[in-house]
């Protein structure tokens, strides 16, 4: 079974960093692209940033451009995300998913106030 574990969110201020990780096991993570999606309670998932399998390709939405950092570690089966400069509108729940069939585990709660 694939499975997806988040962690690493929490409570930060406005303008203060953060490192959710993802690990993955249940395939060949090295493999496949990978994503990091967001949801808000009661609204639609919004796809954050993409990865490609050997990490040499990396994507983000606008709205995390320049802020949020992508990177992944196939050795340890491993993916990140690197949050800076976080503001209140980031503060969802944040899931890694397998870019090719969505699937996802259990997210990581990001909370950015003061």
């Known amino acids: 079974d694939v499975q997806l574990q988040a962690s690493g969110g929490g409570l930060v201020q406005p303008g203060g960093s953060l490192r959710p990780s993802c690990v993955a096991s249940g395939f060949t993570f090295s493999t496949y692209a990978m994503n990091w999606v967001r949801q808000v309670p009661g609204k639609g998932p919004e796809r954050v940033s993409r990865?490609?399998?050997?990490?040499?390709?990396?994507a983000y939405a606008d709205k995390v451009k320049g802020r949020f950092t992508i990177s992944r570690d196939n050795a340890k089966n491993t993916l990140y995300l690197q949050m800076n400069s976080l503001k209140p509108e980031d503060t969802a729940i944040y899931y890694c998913?397998?870019?090719?069939?969505?699937?996802r585990g259990p997210g990581t709660l990001v909370t950015v106030s003061s």
């Open positions: 990865i490609d399998s050997g990490g040499g390709y990396r």
């Open positions: 998913s397998r870019a090719v069939d969505g699937s």
